[in-house]
């Protein structure tokens, strides 16, 4: 199957400071990506889609100021936790749609996911 | 707005039982469903899909889910697990009217199999 890479896998950060994580699709091409965040023991919750070569659509309740998502080709979303605070210490897993095929229609292929902790 | 229910946050059973976890959506309109796996340490994983066409979806690793569009219902089932099937067990859909792609998720199930 498709191949979902992200980077880095764990990050520890003074609060103030920010943070960029990258999402790539390693052997396909993908317009779309999504940011989850999951919390400890709970579901993932859609952060924000990201769309190649235009501005990324975010959740209720989202900060896009927070969260700030690029998504410069199709293979690379980067989203940056600008002057994180503890609260925003979570698991952030990406996600991506391959582009190629009517069988992977909705299907997408998820990252390992990166582990933020934010002292 | 879309809602997924799992019921069973925590399931325990010995090896070779059967499994049936359940899972209920609240929209009402053209679904895709899609049960995903998430191993001790590793990323999600696809079990399986029901985009269309028959109701009973074979997956992966002997797991098998039922559609029934009248209880709004994609349980997911297996006749024997294993201890290898230990791990969180995500139910998720997303609707087909709104072209919406992202997926709404249920809460988990954590499945702990005994050996």
């Known amino acids: 199957g498709a191949v979902v890479s992200q980077h880095p896998s764990r990050v520890i950060c003074k609060s103030g400071t920010s943070v960029k994580i990258e999402c790539r699709s390693l052997d396909f091409q993908a317009t779309t990506m999504f940011w989850y965040r999951q919390f400890p023991k709970q579901s993932l919750m859609l952060m924000a889609t990201s769309n190649e070569g235009s501005k990324a659509t975010y959740e209720q309740g989202v900060e896009k100021d927070k969260f700030l998502i690029n998504h410069a080709s199709l293979t690379l979303s980067t989203l940056t936790v600008t002057s994180a605070h503890p609260e925003d210490s979570s698991f952030y897993i990406c996600?991506?749609?391959?582009?190629?095929?009517?069988?992977?229609?909705?299907?997408?292929?998820f990252g390992p996911g990166t582990r933020l902790t934010v002292l | 707005a879309q809602s997924v229910s799992q019921h069973n946050h925590h399931v325990i059973l010995s090896e070779a039982a059967s499994l049936e976890l359940g899972c209920n959506y609240s929209?009402?309109?053209?679904?895709?469903l899609f049960w995903y796996v998430q191993y001790p340490g590793q990323h999600l994983q696809l079990l399986l899909k029901y985009f269309s066409g028959d109701p009973l979806v074979k997956g992966i690793k002997g797991f098998e889910a039922e559609f029934i569009k009248s209880k709004f219902s994609f349980n997911l089932r297996k006749p024997s697990v294993q201890w290898s099937d230990t791990a969180e067990y995500f139910c998720?859909?997303?609707?087909?009217?709104?072209?919406?792609?992202?997926?709404?998720f249920g809460s988990g199930t954590r499945l702990q199999v005994q050996p």
């Open positions: 998720a859909v997303n609707d087909r009217d709104t072209g919406r792609r992202a997926l709404t």
């Open positions: 996600s991506a749609r391959d582009l190629s095929g009517i069988s992977s229609y909705n299907e997408q292929f």
């Open positions: 929209y009402g309109g053209t679904v895709n």
